[in-house]
């Protein structure tokens, strides 16, 4: 069975491979030791595996060097980033009603409670008319009049107030809107699931199952709820059809094969490509991602491809009456090249990522070229070494079989060879027809433009969908679109000049671009306006008043920033292009 080792061996080669198409025949030298180091490989990759972390932040989906990140990154780092907004959503007919408000407080009360929330925004932060000593209290108080009409009126001036109207509480009273801030260390260390769930169990205390007495509903949404649902989703994809196709892929090679053994070794091969790969990912602390998670059916392909065709090889030359290190060294003599060029294709076309601005895509492109290696050389290590332990001897004085004619694997060597006689008779009609397939889908794809709606990723089954409906439906959106106003100098947020840029800023979104539900230091002055005393000195203490997380929503902390915010609804990127070109026009003149 060693003889074979002992034959002259081919000297065949190809320019740039570097000799690793015969990597496997320095397996077969030595296959104990060869299967001693990929089970060695295996334990180490899994200290790999257990390093593995997802990152599903959207800043890191959208990095680039391009200056729009860079200032998303100034605001992200200077204000409360939307990235770590849970909107919830509170819904009912009896919504303005006394136990209505009654329930809502208490549920605002439950949130601040949570561990890993920062603080929330909502229609309870609002302020009314300063008392005689210049403190302006909450609209709404913490306890409620029994009187009708001071009840009424409370509901009133709620609904009248510039900072609610449009913005927290919808103009038909049935929709309010509360901001969750969460706290991004406790989120890192307890986990995004844990404190969403914790908030879920809040309303439930509060609202009830489902609707509460008074009739309201709860719902979540917002980046944090869309990066978790989508989290899910993709791990329970990743379980159920990469299983699948491991699943198929052992069926399709029993049925061609017909023998345990072979089967094993054709799935063994991508699964411990899979397992080697994952391992060095973690190993380099590269985090999981929508774009990550390619690697594991991108190895299924390539992995199961190979490793196909070096068990078809091995099986062709075992019928033929080979011994099983023969069979294996003649497959890798005659497959493995081509197994090692395709793998080469691979990652010089996987190059081009490294020219794309986005981080994102170059690390995948990185960990693409890295999955492809890795699955060629695990496949063309594993497979000739367990074909000598799993493949049983043959028969002593066994008759040799022609492979291509047997089985499963005989029919489909005559359908492949009917229909190449059949394009070899008549090739023109075939040429053209795939030059014009080419035409046809390559105008197509030249054709296809860039989309991009978070809404899209998010199944389709879940919550947060149908909040971000609602929201769009009666708050005129839930996306963030920041103006951020900056100086170096001295000047204070509430100085004469600062006000005005606001005030214009402010108009430019409501007007020229047409959003809705903008709010800012302008939206104070106006409400104060109303009131009859919108002077400087008087938005300063109301804003000094008002909650911590809301004031921080449009003041930066250090004094020297701030921001007017619009909404739009959940519309994809292309139409949000125009809008913005429009924003950044119309702030020329402002500038």
């Known amino acids: ?42 334990a180490v990759a899994v200290f790999g595996v257990m390093r593995l972390k997802v990152d599903d932040s959207l800043s890191e989906l959208f990095r680039t060097d391009t200056p729009e990140f860079l200032q998303y990154e100034a605001i992200d780092r200077r204000f409360p980033s939307s990235e770590f907004d849970v909107l919830a959503v509170v819904e009912g007919e009896g919504l303005l009603t006394r136990e209505g408000l009654t329930t809502f ?3 605002a009360v439950e949130l601040q409670l949570v561990e890993g929330v920062e603080g929330i925004v909502s229609m309870l932060a609002a302020r009314g008319e300063p008392d005689e000593k210049g403190y302006p209290p909450p609209i709404v108080p913490d306890f409620l009049p029994e009187d009708d009409a001071a009840f009424a009126g409370i509901v009133e001036r709620l609904r009248a107030n510039e900072i609610v109207r449009g913005k927290f509480l919808s103009d038909d009273g049935t929709l309010a ?15 995004r699931a844990k404190v969403i769930e914790a908030i879920r169990e809040a309303g439930r205390a509060t609202l009830g199952q489902g609707e509460s007495a008074c009739g309201l509903s709860l719902k979540l949404t917002g980046a944090p709820v869309m990066q978790l649902e989508i989290r899910n989703a993709v791990e329970r994809d990743r379980l159920s059809y990469n299983g699948l196709g491991f699943l198929l892929g052992a069926i399709v090679a029993y049925l061609f094969f017909g023998r345990l053994s072979l089967t094993l070794i054709a799935v063994l091969g991508p699964s411990i490509a899979i397992l080697w790969t994952l391992g060095v990912i973690g190993g380099l602390d590269f985090r999981l991602n929508l774009f990550i998670n390619v690697l594991t059916p991108l190895i299924l392909v390539s992995g199961f491809s190979d490793s ?49 601005e986005s981080a994102l895509i170059r690390t995948f492109g990185i960990a693409a070229i890295l999955a492809v290696v890795i699955s060629y050389l695990a496949v063309a290590v594993v497979v000739p070494t367990l074909a000598v332990f799993l493949v049983r001897r043959e028969p002593e004085g066994a008759d ?22 059949r394009v070899a008779t008549n090739p023109l009609p075939y040429f053209l027809a795939g030059l014009a397939a080419v035409i046809v889908t390559g105008a197509v794809y030249v054709s296809l433009e860039p989309q991009y709606r978070l809404a899209d990723q998010v199944p389709d089954k879940e919550q947060a969908l149908d909040a971000t409906g609602r929201i769009d439906a009666k708050l005129t959106g839930a996306n963030p679109v920041h103006i951020m106003i900056e100086w170096e100098d001295e000047r ?8 005005e840029v606001i005030g214009a800023a402010h108009k430019v979104l409501e007007g020229r671009a047409g959003l809705g539900n903008v709010w800012s230091l302008e939206s104070l002055r106006r409400w104060l306006e109303k009131s009859g005393d919108a002077d400087i000195a008087t938005m300063k203490r109301y804003a000094d008043v008002l909650p911590s997380p809301l004031r921080h929503r449009f003041l930066a902390k250090d004094g020297k920033a701030v921001l007017v915010t619009g909404r739009l609804p959940d519309i994809d990127a292309s139409e949000i292009l125009p809008v913005v070109q429009t924003i950044d026009e119309a702030l020329a003149p402002v500038r």
């Open 105 to 107: 407080a208490d549920f």
């Open 308 to 356: 196909i065709h070096l068990v078809f090889s091995i099986r062709r030359s075992i019928m033929s009456g080979a011994s099983r290190i023969e069979a294996a060294r003649q497959a890798i003599i005659d497959v493995a090249p081509g197994c090692l060029l395709t793998a080469m294709n691979a990652v010089i076309a996987l190059l081009s990522f490294s020219f794309a």
């Open 177 to 191: 809107l509360v901001v969750i801030a969460l706290d991004r260390k406790r989120v890192a260390e307890l986990g």
């Open 492 to 499: 204070e947020i509430f100085d004469h000049v600062t006000i």
């Open 400 to 421: 040799p079989v022609d492979a291509d004619h047997v089985g499963a694997v005989g029919v489909l060597h005559d359908v492949t060879v009917a229909i190449v006689r």
């Open 1 to 42: 069975e060693r003889a074979g080792l002992t034959e002259p061996e081919i000297t065949r080669s190809f320019r740039l491979t570097f000799g690793l198409e015969r990597l496997g025949l320095v397996a077969l030298r030595a296959p104990l030791l060869s299967l001693l180091v990929i089970l060695a490989l295996c």
